[in-house]
């Protein structure tokens, strides 16, 4: 029997012990429509893609939510701090509701719509966990990108510098040397 990509992605996630004690803390926050995003999942599946034993270290956990009635920044900033309270990890809390401001879009309507406009295919998507412990993906472009070792640009979001600047900066095809570039 074949997995599918969400299977394997909801998988190799309860197997990590890290990644599920982080949702497990982001799920205490008790945020709307929030999930675990970006290299979060992306970072997971390009390390079992090829091969990697140990986890490659995340420099931040996108925890991604959508709220309309609380857009302050001030609020992020606040679970932040909640958050390293309980575990001090690399948090990055964003309120989807408000940054279509800072990338001159129209509002988005939810942090799936949110995520469609992020540069990368394969950086949209997220994961969060239920409280009954159940995982959901959530990735408006779907999952095959992000199995077929390859590193798009949106088409939402037709930046090529800078999407260029961040295949650079993040060093990804170093780390996934497979990946290939589609834009």
């Not at 090529?160 to 570039?181: A, C, S, Y």
């Amino acid at each position: 029997m074949t997995m599918t990509h969400e299977s394997q992605i909801k998988q190799w996630i309860s197997e990590d012990e890290h990644r599920m004690e982080a949702l497990r803390f982001a799920r205490q926050c008790h945020l709307s429509d929030w999930c675990l995003a970006a290299g979060f999942v992306r970072n997971l599946v390009w390390d079992k893609l090829h091969g990697k034993r140990e986890a490659t270290l995340l420099n931040d956990i996108d925890l991604i939510y959508y709220n309309a009635s609380h857009t302050a920044e001030t609020t992020d900033i606040h679970y932040e701090a909640e958050l390293h309270s309980m575990r001090n990890l690399p948090w990055s809390v964003k309120n989807q509701a408000r940054m279509h401001l800072a990338n001159g879009d129209a509002p988005y309507r939810n942090t799936c719509d949110a995520m469609s406009y992020w540069v990368e295919v394969e950086t949209a998507v997220g994961v969060r966990l239920t409280a009954s412990e159940a995982l959901e993906v959530i990735a408006p472009f779907g999952l095959d990108a992000l199995f077929s070792y390859t590193i798009t640009l949106n088409p939402k979001r037709p930046k090529p510098q800078v999407f260029d600047q961040r295949i650079t900066e993040k060093g990804w095809l170093r780390r996934w040397p497979m990946l290939v570039v589609k834009c």
